[in-house]
């Protein structure tokens, strides 16, 4: 049985990545860095939605059929410093690191973000509808909250990535799948990863297990461990592609591993890790990869949008995002090297149509909008990436995360 897995799996990777995937890296003490406060600097590495809007979710997780849109007529709105704005929330309510792909005619939108003003942060979900070339986004839905255990490893959770699939858990069948960051206090450290299923985006979602799927190792706890992770299922059941940020202080970077997630009782994870590399990327003065969106097509060309360099201004996150495309071998190549396209900074989300639009003042946490299994189609002419902004500076500026949105052409 192990066998087949293993060769599906070598099968799967070959075919996205053109390298063997099963390399002799491993993420324990040995080796696995952790992160200190955040790989590369970021606020937290993260990218990080399918569904029905008139079907919230979550009776088996809390707030699953909670709607909290909140009232724009009440409260401070946020600043709207430039372009690409996708909806708008007040200010103590976050909205960050989204997950997006499109289905059916259809865009879903998973975050992070709060069931009330300054609350705990939870996962939002939101359904867009296309009107007249234009998205416009439904009811927010709280579709997963923090655990409740106190001895719970995700009573804190950011960075959500959800793809479609086919996962099998005791006697049922799930349709989709979220891979997600936890830790135990919403600290910047000690960060693991786990999985929750639902049978619809708006709920309810189920944790997978008690455990983690990649566990950050206890010698490790005060370093910032594995986050921000990205999905990309292989073979439109249950073979998924999962790349993720880890970081110490001294040390910090993208990983790549295969899961088998057929059998959620019975889950198999590549043993090796392939360390995502940085040759070609020209977006940061020191190299690093993280906190990256990722995204294939079929032929095996693989695209990544990684987060600059910091702010030195709250709540310190990156200042622009580069865009970059690597061939199907790039992973686990020693010379292989990533094409880059585009650098996004706030000059490129200036309105020209408003006088005092200076662009945004900090762009992090990008994420390519895919279809619903997180592939990008071969014959695409640009690429269509949802970011992260906050108002560089204003007082409680981590409330004032919003969702932007950005195309990036590909060239002939």
Known sequence: MKKTRIILLVACGLLLSGCNILSGNTDNPQDQPGGEDKPG???KPGGDTPGGEDQPGGEDQPGGDTDVTPEYEKGDKKDVNGTGLMFFETVGFNTKDASVFEEN????????????AKGDQVFAARKGTLVDGKWVYGEKHVILKGATDEDAWDQYIAQPSVVKGQFALEDETYNYIMAYQGNEDG????????????????????????????????????????????LVNCNEEGVLSLSYSFGETQLSGERH????????????????????????????????????????NSNGTIYVANDGMTSRNAPGNATSFEVAVGGADILGSATAEW?????VTGMDTIDLDNPDSLGWDELCSPAFVTD??????????KLNIVYTVFNEGVMDAKYTGQLC????????
């Open 41 to 43: 600097g970021e606020d």
């Open 105 to 116: 005619g259809e865009r879903y939108v998973i975050y992070d973000g709060q069931e009330e």
């Open 187 to 230: 600290s910047n450290y000690n960060y693991h990863i786990g999985l929750a299923v639902a049978k619809d985006v708006f709920g309810p979602w189920v944790r997978v297990g008690d455990e983690p799927l990649i566990e950050n190792p206890e010698i490790y706890e005060s370093s910032y461990g594995f986050g921000s992770p990205v």
């Open 257 to 296: 591993r295969m899961v088998d997630a057929s059998d959620l009782t019975d889950i198999y994870v590549e043993p090796g890790y392939t360390e995502i590399p940085t040759a070609g990327l020209v977006g940061r003065d020191d190299g690093i990869i993280t906190n990256a969106g990722v995204a294939v």
């Open 339 to 343: 094409t880059s396209i585009k650098k």
């Open 372 to 381: 619903e299994y997180g592939m990008i189609a071969d014959d695409a002419t």
């Open 405 to 412: 949105e950005i195309e990036v052409a590909l060239n002939d």
